[in-house]
Structure formats: C-alpha cells, structure tokens
C-alpha cells in the first residue's frame, strides 16, 4: 500500500469518526438544550405560579390592612361624634340651675343626701342664690358652693359627705350616658 493511500484512508476513517463524533455531540446538545429549556420552562411556570400567590397574598393583606385602617378611622370618628355630644350634653347640664325642674331636683337631691347620712344637724352645701328653693330642710344651709348646681351634704363634724352636685352625678353617670349617646347615634 503506498502511503497516500493509507494517509488518505486514515483521513477519511478520521473525518468519518470526527462527523460521528461532531454528530453525536450535536445530538447531545440538542438534547440537553431541550432537557435545559423543558427545566427552565418548568421553572418560568413555578415562578409565574409563586409570583400570583404573593400577589393574591399582599393583595389579601393590603385589602385586610385598608378594612382595617377603615374601621379605625371610622370608630375614631364615631368617638369624637360621641365625645362632641358628651360635652354638649355637659354644657347643657350647666344651664340646668335655670331650668323649673331644677328646684324640685335639688330638694329631691338633699332629701336624699340627709336620709343616707341620717345624722343629727346635717349641712348642706348649695350654690349661691339656691337657698329660696329647698323646702322643708332641716339643716344647716351654707351658700358657698360654686359650680353648676346641686349640692354637698355633710355631717356636722364633716367626716361623713354625700356629693351630689351636678358635675358628681354627670361624672358618676359619664360612661353610663356615653353608651347611651353611642347607641341613639349609631344604632
């Protein structure tokens, strides 16, 4: 054999094995782009499937967050409607002094504040100007309250005191009258 023969035949043996060997790692590309693009499409799918969960979360969160922010400002609106009624109320309550049931309150009032303390020679503490509407009282009346009205009746010694001036009664009934004024308003 000459040896341009056998260098020949030795070429196309290594061109054939090199077009097999190029084949095969086309083929192998090709696989393994396709297996890479079917992961990074699984992937994509994953990714666009987390993403609309967060978005329905934060979605849900933000929607919870605004209710509540809504029912925030909506109570603090209804407690300064309330508390603006409570202190009109209040203001009211100071022109009671003028009103015609005033008269029989305040008797009604230290009647009641003598038989709790049921103590001889009781004094009863009134605003200035009260004394021409208690009736009857058999007690001891100093005018030097001052304030919306009522009144303070003590023992003798002072060591007993029922309060019931108008701003005691407002303070004692303050929650009380607070439900109220919210329940007419909002319900």
Same mark, same amino acid.
């Given at each position: 054999? &000459? ?15 090199? %077009? ?10 090709? *696989?393994?782009? &396709? ?6 499409? $699984?992937? $994509? ?25 809504? %029912? ?39 009647? #009641? ?14 605003? *200035? ?16 309250? #001052? ?13 007993? *005191?029922?309060?019931?001036? $108008? ?16 329940? *007419?308003?909002?319900?």
């Amino acid at each position: 054999m &000459d040896i341009g023969r056998l260098t020949s035949g030795i070429l196309a043996e290594a061109r054939a094995e090199a %077009k097999a060997i190029t084949d095969a790692a086309k083929a192998e590309k090709s *696989r393994t782009l &396709d297996e890479e693009k079917r992961k990074v499409s $699984l992937m $994509l799918a994953g990714a666009e499937e987390e993403a609309g969960r967060f978005v329905a979360a934060q979605e849900r969160e933000r929607i919870a967050w605004a209710k509540l922010e809504a %029912k925030k400002i909506s109570g603090e609106a209804r407690e300064f409607v309330v508390r603006d009624a409570m202190d009109i109320l209040y203001k009211q309550l100071a022109s009671f002094r003028r009103d015609a049931r005033y008269g029989n309150f305040l008797n009604a009032r230290v009647a #009641s504040a003598i038989r709790e303390l049921s103590t001889p020679k009781p004094v009863v503490h009134i605003c *200035r100007g009260d004394s021409k509407l208690l009736k009857g009282v058999n007690a001891k009346v100093v005018e030097d309250l #001052s304030g919306m009205g009522g009144a303070i009746v003590e023992s003798a010694d002072g060591s007993v *005191r029922v309060d019931y001036t $108008l701003e005691t009664l407002f303070e004692d009934k303050r929650e009380l009258l607070r439900k109220k004024v919210y329940e *007419r308003m909002f319900r």
